[in-house]
């Protein structure tokens, strides 16, 4: 497919556990943003990527929130230590620069 | 730093009825405005996107949107509605940013539901 893919679809993990959250974009697009939508919000900005370099962060919640894209594609989002208020509907975003941005379905993650 | 609001948490509307939901922003800059919308367990598909120029924007489906800087709005409207459209639907912003930093602010959402 051509789109935004993002696995898995669902994740369910205890309190406490670590997760990690896989966004593959679309091919070519440069830049790769994360989203947080909590049940009945809008989505909420975590992070951007340009290629592989994480250029704003200000988004991400706590320490225990970590994103990566080490070769300028695939990203992936870790949350540690994880608790109850991080369940929510992760979404993930490409686009080329300064161009209108194209989501992926979306991880729901459900905290136990 | 931006803020959206959309004042309609839920709009019912006939089907066949012209619709309506209100957006409003607020920014210190000059903005890009967009309208997606959301089908359950699905991500955001974009509607419409205002950049510059015409204030009057044509989307995807049949919705259009009108950019009113005075008023700072941007509602979205569709003459006559379809089973289909009913979703949820969210305004957004971001920054006239250089760099491809342009990251958005949405608004709450505003459920549409289309009754027959």
């Known amino acids: 497919g051509a789109g935004v893919s993002q696995s898995p679809r669902y994740k369910v993990a205890k309190r406490g556990q670590d997760v990690a959250l896989r966004c593959d974009p679309i091919?070519?697009?440069?830049?790769l943003f994360w989203y947080q939508q909590a049940l009945g919000q809008g989505p909420e900005f975590l992070t951007y990527?340009?290629?592989?370099?994480?250029?704003?962060k200000s988004g991400l919640p706590s320490d225990r929130f970590f994103a990566e894209r080490p070769e300028g594609s695939v990203s992936t989002l870790k949350i540690q230590r994880t608790q109850q208020e991080d369940s929510a509907v992760y979404l993930c975003?490409?686009?080329?620069?300064?161009?209108?941005?194209?989501f992926g379905d979306g991880t729901r993650l459900s905290i136990l | 730093a931006q803020s959206v609001t959309q004042l309609d948490s839920q709009v019912p509307v006939f089907e066949e009825a012209p619709v309506e939901l209100r957006c409003n922003y607020s920014?210190?800059?000059?903005?890009?405005l967009f309208w997606y919308v959301q089908y359950p367990n699905q991500g955001l598909q974009l509607l419409l996107k205002?950049?510059?120029?015409?204030?009057l924007v044509k989307g995807i489906n049949g919705f259009e949107a009108e950019f009113n800087k005075s008023q700072t709005s941007f509602h979205l409207r569709k003459p006559s509605v379809h089973i289909s459209d009913t979703a949820e639907y969210f305004c957004?912003?971001?920054?006239?940013?250089?760099?491809?930093?342009?990251?958005?602010?949405f608004g709450t959402g505003t459920q549409l539901k289309v009754e027959l």
């Open positions: 205002y950049l510059s120029g015409s204030t």
């Open positions: 091919s070519g697009h440069v830049s």
């Open positions: 920014s210190s800059v000059s903005v890009y």
């Open positions: 975003a490409s686009s080329f620069v300064n161009q209108p941005q194209h």
């Open positions: 990527f340009q290629n592989e370099a994480q250029l704003d």
């Open positions: 957004a912003v971001s920054d006239q940013v250089t760099g491809g930093g342009n990251k958005l602010t």
